[in-house]
């Protein structure tokens, strides 16, 4: 079987906005993706059927860079497609459309394959390799190379883990901390500028009971900060970020 693009339409609902009535960027990476399950269900390859044989997807990083936010009620069409395999590591592009097809958003996004038992990551099983790679458009550059370490620790909270912020994988959500890396920064910073880039990468689990400590601070360019998320419990650093605003 070949990989084919999916087309996924969804509209803004009113709890996906912020104060300007503009989609969130978390409420659009859930858009992505549901997006992203759509197509893999279309090949036999979902979450459901990873689960059925022990196994689950785990998103892994992801680089996303918006244009223009879709507001209240706005359609829009999420296109998503495999585009590449290296090793274990297995590549998902997305773009975001409003109407008359304007790109609104565009994202590339690496994703492995978890025993759910073990909590340890395998090798791409044979049901999923069969599944031969075929980019329904011009991949975008993969999310690769480390991210620079945070030095300057300038905005701090702690985040508990609370039973709606964990997932099917019985983990706490990526979006979840998407968030909470955004909520980090300063009330200023996130009214006054509009995110136009995030690269994330999730490095670890979180559980149900667990305490988050989110960090951020200045990167070297301006209008740039650099993000990391650690368990308390365990002191495992559970994800690194770097986000760019512009007016």
Do not use: C
């Not at 104060?19 to 036999?44: I, K, R, S």
């Amino acid at each position: 079987m070949k990989s084919v693009t999916g087309q996924s339409e969804f509209t803004v609902r009113s709890t996906e906005t912020d104060q300007n009535g503009q989609a969130t960027l978390p409420a659009l990476v859930g858009y992505m993706q549901e997006a992203a399950w759509d197509n893999t269900a279309t090949m036999g390859i979902s979450m459901y059927e990873l689960l059925e044989q022990g196994l689950t997807w785990v998103l892994q990083r992801m680089r996303v860079e918006m244009f223009r936010y879709p507001r209240h009620r706005e359609k829009i069409t999420v296109e998503t497609w495999a585009s590449g395999r290296e090793r274990v590591f297995l590549h998902r592009d997305f773009r975001v459309y409003g109407a008359d097809r304007e790109l609104l958003g565009q994202a590339t996004s690496v994703w492995l394959v978890m025993d759910v038992v073990k909590r340890q990551m395998v090798s791409v099983p044979d049901f999923i390799t069969a599944v031969e790679v075929v980019p329904g458009e011009e991949p975008l550059p993969f999310a690769k190379g480390k991210l620079p370490q945070l030095e300057e620790i300038r905005y701090e909270e702690q985040m508990p883990v609370r039973w709606h912020d964990i997932d099917l994988n019985r983990h706490v959500t990526n979006t979840r901390y998407l968030q909470w890396a955004l909520e980090t920064l300063s009330t200023e910073i996130l009214t006054t500028q509009q995110l136009r880039e995030i690269d994330i990468i999730f490095k670890a689990e979180s559980t149900l009971g667990d305490t988050v400590l989110a960090t951020a601070g200045p990167a070297e360019e301006a209008d740039m900060f650099l993000h990391k998320l650690t368990s308390i419990e365990s002191g495992k650093e559970l994800v690194q970020a770097r986000t760019k605003f512009g007016s």
